[in-house]
């Protein structure tokens, strides 16, 4: 695949995610929050997989293209709802990524691809998909655990460590323990892999 082509689509991710009203502070810079949440996938994947496919880095920077233009709020706030909101919002990962990629002129297969990897399909089968979820899993450990662990109990954090860690491949588990902890992190951590 072109590198060129590469490029213009990481570019039109970051510019259809620069839009979020939603903002995270990094190094004192307001900056849209997915527009970093997408070059953290892409720094992440490049340490864990430096050889990744065109496909999978595309899939990687536009993992949350747009989120915001589908809130958890437009669900019913339960179980099934939390559900039914991470399903649709596979699909219209999906098809936004799709749209940006038809219109920049990539191939059928590439844009099928893109699309299959963002639905998460095969996981623990298919080698990408397992890859992909590694790194959302490692971007969420390196750059989102300690302040999701500071508003929750420690038994809820312990839960979504072991949820976290039941997606990822051992290469992924061992990618994880090399990330740099609080004390307080490192030892929520400990517990749930007892």
Not at 1 to 28: C, H, R, W, Y
Not at 68 to 77: H, K, L, T, V
Not at 176 to 187: N, R, T
Request: proline share 2%; charged share 30%.
């Amino acid at each position: 695949m072109d590198n060129i082509l590469t490029e213009k689509a990481l570019q039109a991710f970051d510019l259809a995610n620069s839009k979020d009203p939603n903002i995270e502070v990094v190094d004192g810079k307001d900056i849209p929050k997915e527009l970093i949440y997408g070059q953290r996938m892409t720094k992440v994947l490049n340490n864990f997989e430096p050889a990744a496919s065109t496909s999978l880095q595309l899939a990687a920077r536009c993992q949350h293209i747009c989120r915001w233009e589908s809130p958890r709020s437009d669900y019913e706030m339960n179980r099934v709802g939390y559900l039914k909101w991470r399903a649709d919002l596979k699909k219209f990962h999906a098809k936004k990524a799709s749209d940006i990629l038809s219109e920049l002129g990539f191939d059928a297969e590439t844009i099928d691809r893109v699309a299959f990897l963002l639905q998460k399909k095969q996981l623990k089968r298919d080698d990408e998909t397992q890859t992909l979820e590694d790194v959302i899993c490692l971007v969420f450990l390196e750059y989102y655990y300690e302040a999701f662990s500071a508003k929750h109990t420690d038994e809820k954090v312990i839960d979504i460590i072991q949820k976290t860690w039941k997606k990822m491949s051992e290469d992924g588990h061992a990618a994880a323990l090399k990330i740099a902890y609080s004390e307080k992190g490192l030892s929520l951590i400990q517990k749930a892999l007892v």
